[in-house]
């Protein structure tokens, strides 16, 4: 089972927007909505963003957002900011074998 | 709140039994209604799922560790453990205990296992 794919960098302004896309396939991103996403600042546990595509957690600030169209899922950070920049993974379930779960490659954003 | 603590030897010799306990505390493992999962985080790379256990023992596993790989849970100390048989340099990672399946909620901070002699 591979890895789902996301862009290895993206980067912005403070106050702008980015969107991280991660591509799976039908047997994952595209066929269930249990997609989720994590951000990782180094030396840190990953810290749950987005779960179920588009459902905040918490706490979690709503200038994070989900989507998905097709096998592709996106996390969108609007008005960037400095404490943004950090690692991030998009998950799903998957059913194309017997593995359960696959996360994505990872996003590193930065800042500009 | 639920917190999850990883424990166990920060350096494992190849070929030996690599052995991590998560405790959890404010939330006991057998109300049910959750699974508990390990996952791993080699240097510099990404995420990779280990597998899962219900409070019930019910267990899944990555199946490209499966041959190694062993998850047990102690109710009563509120507890899971990973067990990993068989290590090479290539299972130095940090490990990181999570609570669920499809979406990982809370997550221990991570105990780095180096494999050498």
């Known amino acids: 089972q591979s890895a789902l794919t996301q862009p290895a960098s993206v980067s912005g302004s403070p106050g702008q927007s980015i969107t991280i896309s991660c591509t799976g396939t039908?047997?994952?991103?595209?066929?269930?909505?249990?997609v989720s996403w994590y951000q990782q600042h180094p030396g840190k546990a990953p810290k749950l963003m987005i779960y179920d595509v588009s459902n905040r957690p918490s706490g979690v600030s709503n200038r994070f957002s989900g989507s998905k169209s097709g096998n592709t899922a996106s996390l969108t950070i609007s008005g960037l900011q400095a404490e943004d920049e950090a690692d991030y993974y998009c998950?799903?379930?998957?059913?194309?074998?017997?593995?359960?779960?696959?996360f994505g490659t990872g996003t590193k954003v930065t800042v500009l | 709140q639920v917190q999850l603590q990883e424990s166990g030897p920060g350096l494992v010799k190849p070929s030996q039994t690599l052995s991590l306990t998560c405790t959890v505390s404010g939330g006991s493992i057998s109300s049910g209604g959750y699974y508990w999962s390990w996952i791993r985080q080699h240097p510099g790379k990404g995420l990779e799922w280990i597998g899962y256990i219900y409070y019930s023992g019910s267990t899944y596993y990555n199946p490209s560790l499966k041959s190694r790989v062993t998850i047990s849970v102690d109710t009563s100390k509120n507890q899971f453990s990973l067990k990993l048989s068989s290590v090479t340099a290539a299972d130095t990672a940090v490990y990181y205990c999570?609570?669920?399946?499809?979406?990982?909620?809370?997550w221990g901070q991570g105990t780095l296992v180096t494999v050498s002699s």
């Open positions: 999570a609570r669920g399946v499809e979406t990982f909620d809370y």
């Open positions: 998950s799903s379930y998957t059913s194309s074998s017997t593995l359960a779960y696959v």
């Open positions: 039908s047997s994952d991103v595209g066929g269930y909505n249990y």
